[in-house]
């Protein structure tokens, strides 16, 4: 009966809600089934799902050409529905690859040639669709750059801010603060509830570029491995075997399996030593760089490119 106490969207949080009401946040999310969903469209959004997994770069345009190679005669018109839906845009340059509420704040990106070289320097969120036999789900999380390290996640059968706050809430309490907090210009990033928890804890805020298509690549790379690893191999069939799933799967991503571009170490042994980590993202569109940053800057950007081998 106390489930039906908690209300998302509401001004007091999920964490808060779940505290007074003595009810653990990982039953609210388990009882939180997705809707069933138009057998088509369901299949159509699986299929997006798979080959945006493989070319994050496509478009509505190319979408439609993949479509209807696999025989599924679609306009574009319901491939951007259907895409918008499940939270894809393309990752090539160009307008509109993130929508934000137009009343909400956009923060410039921070992290243009940064080198992060420690722990809690700079993390990043992002939201992606993950599939279910009967309908699907949202899964959010928070990850730290220099370790690749997964603080927090949350899963969701609707795409409002209240879960990436909660996400964000607990990573904050486990971790404590980073210096930069990066995310892209979605609407439940850049809305004043989410904000607000950031700026009450003094962090800088950063969102992620038009058109920039690694501003946040860690995270992307994150997505890809999971999919390929877990998601399409197990195939879940409901939200209870979904955070079942993903609870396992995560403490393997942290706990045991080895990252090439961490010379092998696990994300819990980086992010505990501060050792073997690191990241930047190269400002590939400056007409300023120097000869001697070239210079002193060359290992970071080494760290760069071992950045495409991230989840290897």
Known sequence: MRLGWIERGHEVSMVR?????????SVVYAHSQPAEEDGADLLLCHLLDEEYTRHPFYGSRRMVVFLKGKGHEVNRKRVQRLMRTIGLAGMAPGPNTSRS?????????????VAVTRPNQVWSIDITYIRLKHGFSYLVAIIDWFSRKVLSWRLSNSM??????????QALQ????PEI???????????TAFTDVLKRAEIMISMDGRGRALDNIFIERLWRTLKYEDIYLKGYGTMGELLFGLTE????????????????QTPNN???HGKWGGAIIDDQFSNTSSAAESTTESGQRRAAANSEACTT
């Open 17 to 25: 809600q779940c505290e007074l009401t003595v009810i653990t946040r």
């Open 101 to 113: 509420h137009p009343e909400n704040r956009i923060y410039p990106y921070l992290l243009r040639g």
């Open 160 to 169: 409002d801010a209240s879960f990436c706050i909660d996400c964000l809430e």
């Open 174 to 177: 486990q971790y404590g603060n």
């Open 181 to 191: 907090f990066n995310s892209d210009q979605g609407v439940q990033f850049t809305s």
């Open 249 to 264: 799967y995560f403490n393997f991503y942290n706990g045991e399996r080895p990252h090439q571009s961490l010379s092998n």
């Open 270 to 272: 980086v992010y505990e």
